[in-house]
């Protein structure tokens, strides 16, 4: 597969790029720099390291991207590789018309100002996504990163480079319980993701996108998995399709978020929550970005928290 240039959008935001993806210390599926981005990942069975270089890391305009595969790529391999580019880099959603949507809102036209430029951040795949949601459900990020590596390092495969890849489905579903629970997994968490992987490989919970499989049918599909509730198909949704319009009512910085905006000395529940945020639909998933930004604030040329 040749190197390919993705241009970017004006006020790029790189810095949040590089934040989202260098949350792991220890790096072993991704290698973050100001000067690249190196992502592995199993593509049709293939370990691939995409590496990413923007043209100008402090205003960038466009981004190189190589692909290293270790082995053949199909040319529906080479475009899965293409579709994991825009999600790395948070090309999915244009941010404009939500922008445009709450110029005038009370609430939201004031954050849109303070965080020019801002967007969603996916995975590089929808497994990753859907799993990622799992593992970091209910527990605090550092203890999810961690079992993430763990989850990563049973189930992934290493590139030549050394880079491990993060685990397909097939490969997750090949696992043991005790491979998980031995590692700090709880029982619970070990189950829901083996469940998923089984499905997912099975061909019984089909992932891409075409006319007969649409966003609300794979929604309803997820629900239907013993252990995935509504928060986790709307962040995976978020983070794997990069899907507009995702409630985020049942995530708790969110609510921490509205209770600072409306000036209120406790977090509006889940009912509440979802009743502020259909105001934006169909522009959910840009109010849920705007509203964690607001948790942490950041001065132009300042990394996100």
């Not at 690249?36 to 293939?46: F, N, T």
């Not at 691939?48 to 466009?62: G, K, N, R």
């Not at 497994?127 to 209910?138: H, K, N, P, R, S």
Request: aromatic share 6%.
């Amino acid at each position: 597969m040749k190197p390919y240039t993705l241009p970017l959008p004006a006020n790029y935001r790189l810095d949040d790029v590089l934040a989202f993806h260098s949350r792991d210390a220890e790096s072993v599926a991704e290698q973050v720099s100001p000067e690249r981005l190196r992502k592995g990942m199993l593509i049709a069975g293939v370990p691939v390291v995409l590496e990413i270089v923007p043209d100008h890391p402090a205003a960038p305009t466009s981004a190189s991207c190589t692909v290293h595969a270790d082995g053949p790529l199909s040319k529906a391999a080479q475009q899965q590789v293409r579709e994991a580019a825009l999600s790395i880099l948070g090309l999915r959603i244009d941010p404009e018309p939500f922008i445009a949507f709450a110029a005038r809102d009370k609430m939201f036209g004031p954050l849109t100002r303070a965080q020019p430029g801002l967007r969603i951040v996916q995975s590089a795949t929808v497994f990753e996504a859907l799993t990622w949601a799992i593992i970091g459900q209910q527990i605090n990020l550092s203890f999810a990163i961690a079992l993430r590596r763990t989850f990563i390092l049973q189930a992934g495969r290493q590139h030549s480079s050394g880079l491990w890849c993060y685990p397909a489905a097939e490969d997750a579903a090949r696992l043991h319980i005790d491979d998980l629970t031995s590692r700090k997994f709880s029982r619970a968490k070990a189950e829901t993701l083996l469940r998923l992987a089984g499905l997912v490989a099975g061909g019984e919970l089909p992932l891409e996108l075409s006319p007969s499989n649409s966003i609300e049918q794979v929604s309803a599909a997820l629900l239907a998995v013993k252990g995935i509730g509504p928060w986790t198909v709307n962040y995976g949704l978020l983070r794997g399709y990069g899907h507009a319009d995702c409630s985020l009512h049942g995530d708790v910085a969110i609510r921490a978020a509205l209770q600072h905006l409306l000036g209120e000395e406790s977090k509006p529940d889940m009912p509440r929550t979802e009743k502020i945020l259909a105001r934006y639909s169909p522009h959910r998933t840009m109010a849920a970005a705007h509203l964690w930004a607001s948790l942490h604030p950041r001065a132009d040329g300042d990394s996100p928290a």
